[in-house]
């Protein structure tokens, strides 16, 4: 029998995957399913089960979630990445890491195919086949939800024939939860104009009262809590989102341009990441120069932008990672927070590297490092060119 990977969350689509790949095609299915934070023990355990009921060879479980900090998110901090100034790329960095690993498992099992389920209207199918094509070019790629169109009443009633017991019970938003956040969909995504309800957002209000709390960065990483220190950085993320989950923190609506051309909009709470992208943003707004800030903008946003396009294998990142892990040298210090209902603000910095040093003066008061004299100087040399271009130029 010819080997094939599926990619396998153990939603309807993959579901239907392993029962047409299995019992319509006679492939030996080998599921995997790739943890990039969004799943707990039991979640992991129930979709094995489930994977092993429906008629899969094997099922592999990988635990993707330091991985996945190390490889990706870390620098979507060190470039204070945010698609189009709002979304924190929760969803769409999660799936490339997904795809390197079910790659490497093709490569493992020496399989013939690899499948997933997506459907044709969306970003993943481009992501998981790019990755594909480049890690696994021999390899046959299987999508029979995109390939044959089909409904999601269509899949229902061919595992009912089938004889597969599961909930076909749609739930009323697709829920998607990851180490970076969380996307929701539903009928008020689905157009131009619509917000979702209070019951749609899957970390629910239970905090009123204001509160401070103080993070610590060293090198452009979260290190520290109110002074609590962990192993690594995504048991510090996860326990700031416990912290700041509570408040509704980092709820918004995102509307992107897809992959394949179309525009779409798609709910997310992620109240960790954008909590630690903009205290990030304000350490390194006092510890690096003008145009360390000015050249990291413009790539971190092309970085971004590619990431999301799905071309993380693109020798160009790795160049571009290369910049920002530099200048992250002297980004070390604490940051002040206050979080409230539904919002929070920066209250200030601490860092041994802050250029705000008083030592060199304050900014509107006072001057240490320079005389009045040096600026009247520097002021008309600074704008010689200009002058002399309007010396010339101007009307007579």
Known sequence: MKKVVLGFSGGLDTSFCVKYLTDDKGYEVHSIIVNTGGFTEDELKKIEQHAYTLGVKTHTTVDAVKGYYDRIIKYLVFGNVLKNNTYPLSVSAERLVQALHIAEHVKKLNADAVAHGSTGAGNDQVRFDMVFHIMIPNVDIITPIRDYKLSREDEIAYLKQKGVQMNFEKAAYSINKGLWGTSVGGRETLNSKGILPEEAWPTQVTKQDSEEVKLYFEKGELMAVNDKIFDHPTEVIQHLQGIAGAYGIGRDIHVGDT????????????????????????LEKHVLTKWQLSWKDNIANFYGNWLH?????DPVMRD??????SSQKNVTGDVF???????????????????????FGKYGEMNTGFTGEDVRGFSKIFGNQTAMYHFLNSDK
Do not use: C, T
Request: aromatic share 6%.
């Open 309 to 313: 396009e799905g071309q993380i294998l």
């Open 259 to 282: 992959i394949i051309g179309i525009k779409g909009r798609v709910g997310f709470e992620a109240a960790a990441p954008m909590i630690i992208i903009k205290a990030h943003h304000a």
């Open 320 to 325: 571009i990672e290369a910049f920002l892990q």
């Open 337 to 359: 927070i206050q979080l409230m209902p539904y919002r929070f603000q920066i209250i200030g910095i601490e860092s041994e590297h802050d250029l705000m040093n008083s030592k």
